[in-house]
Structures are given as C-alpha cells and as structure tokens.
C-alpha cells in the first residue's frame, strides 16, 4: 500500500484527477492524504468532493480556512463571495452531504502505522505533538456539536489571541486552534503569529524579527518517535522547506501553477501543470 499526500486542490477537479493517472493510484490498496482547502476559488467544487467522497476511507483529508469558511456560509454566517465561487455549492443536491462531510473532517490527522502527520497550515511551533492532537481533538468536537459549531464559525475570524497559553478556554481556545491549524504561516520568536505578512517570502520577513512556523520548534517529534509533518497552506513555498521532516505540499495550483502529490513510501514528487486559473476567471465572470 502506497501513500500519497497531496497538496491544497481548491476545486480544480482536472489536476485533481490527472494528478491520480500521474501516480497511477490505486484506490483498491493505495491511500490519500490531503492537505485541506479542498474546495474556495477552483471551478469545479461539486466535481471534487464528489470524487474525493467516492473514495471513501482511501481517503483521509483535514480542514483547510477555505473549507471552514464554507461551513460558515453553508450555516449563513456570512454571505459567499463570488471569487470563493460556492454558490454551485449551494445550489447541489449534494450541499447537505458536503457540509456534513466537512464537519467531520479532523484538523490533525496522524497516520496509525507510518510515521506521518497530516495539518493544513501547520502545527504551533511551541506545542508538543500531543498537546497539538489533544487541541485538535478538542476543537474538532466543538465543529461537531450544532451549538457550539454555530458559535464557534459566527466569532472565528479574528486574529486573537495571538500567543498560546495553557490557561485559554472556551471560544479564544478553539479560535486559536483554528488559526493555529489553518491561517498559521509566520511567527515572531516570542509565539505570537503574524497574519498581515502573508505574500512575503521567509528569507525576507525574518529581517522583521518573523520566522516561518517550522523553523521555531519540532512539533512532530513526540518522546519516541520522529513523524514527517506534511502541510498545505503556503503557495508561496513552492513545496520547498528548509527543514528535514517537513513537507510542504502547496504548490497554487489554484493560482496558475501546479498541483503536488509526495509518496511517503518513496520520497517521490510528482505534480501536473494547473489548468484551472484562467477557468476560474472567466467562470465567474460570466456569472456574475
């Protein structure tokens, strides 16, 4: 059985599929990991979650911020944006099976026999692996629960509190847990996270006393063993990342680029050319 983890989709169904020819995956024995931001700005959201639904346990997958803002527009929290292009989502049949697939989704993933951990962003840097499972886990059934759920997406989109501490509780616990798991890109040494620098590449942001999140602490080391931690979230890496055990697996396919599986078992890259951004544009366009 292989393993193959793959990097931010946003609803670009062709790469999606054609990425699935390139690694010749089987769904009879391989598996999927996927990074989150299934859907938010692709053409074809409806298409993707189908096929990724279909797949069924060959499949496991965490929330990205896209896919947590379509829960909020899903409940009607906020309005869709047409660049989000989640309207088509609205309107299919197959809305309620969505959602309800994405309220499941976990925010960490650890594999149960290989030495891999699966976040969309990343992993708090001051954090041990299991206080990140444990914060997960938490927030993962606040997702879960009608009420809290409903609280929880009405208040996310704030930036605080910024810095981590063991003392957080209810809905400044579960905020940071959000952010943590999927804004999360720069921090300053201190732990405090920064998410106004968002397009600027780490060589140039750590002049500003801001680091990349990965280069702060080992998160996916527990006292035993030394896990891979695979992320999406930060198009501008390119899926390169300094450190040894750390892959970054987004590659803005959505934005013009590419789309990106790695195989745990190999240590292999494989990516197809996006053709999905200039879709993306006239689409909307003509909808709106």
């Known amino acids: 059985m292989a393993t193959y983890c793959i990097g931010d989709i946003h609803a670009c169904y062709n790469e999606f599929m054609k990425l699935l020819e390139v690694i010749k995956f089987d769904e009879k024995k391989d598996e999927l990991l996927l990074t989150g931001d299934l859907i938010g700005r692709g ?11 279909r797949l069924g346990d060959r499949v496991h ?4 911020n896209h896919d947590i803002n379509f829960l909020a527009v899903a409940h ?6 047409p660049k989000d292009n989640l309207e088509v989502i609205l309107k299919s049949p197959l809305l309620d099976e969505i959602t309800d697939y994405l309220i499941h989704l976990p925010l960490l993933y650890q594999h149960k026999e290989k030495q891999l ?6 992993i708090y840097p001051f954090w041990e692996l299991s206080t990140a499972r444990k914060v997960a886990k ?3 059934h606040v997702l879960r629960d009608p009420v809290r759920r409903r609280v929880l997406l009405t208040n996310m989109y704030q930036d605080t509190p910024g810095i981590w501490s063991d003392e957080l509780e209810g809905l400044t616990r579960w905020r940071f847990a959000l952010n943590a798991f999927t804004r999360m890109r720069l921090c ?15 060589a140039l942001v750590e002049k500003a006393g801001l680091f990349p999140w990965f280069s702060l602490g080992d998160p996916a080391r527990s006292k035993k063993k030394q896990y891979t931690l695979v992320f999406g979230h930060w198009a501008a890496l390119g899926a390169e990342c300094s450190r040894p055990y750390f892959k970054a697996l987004d590659t803005g396919c959505v934005w013009g680029d590419r789309l990106t599986a790695w195989c745990f078992d190999t240590d292999r890259l494989y990516s197809v050319k996006s053709t999905g951004y200039t879709q993306i544009k006239s689409q909307i366009s003509a909808r709106h």
């Open 188 to 202: 300053y040494r201190s732990g405090l996270m920064d998410f106004k620098n968002t397009a600027i590449s780490p």
């Open 61 to 64: 997958a965490v929330l990205g």
């Open 138 to 140: 938490e927030t993962s």
């Open 117 to 122: 951990v699966l976040v969309h962003a990343g």
């Open 76 to 81: 009607r929290i906020v309005m869709p944006r």
């Open 43 to 53: 053409p074809y959201p409806v298409e993707t979650m189908h096929e990724i639904m």
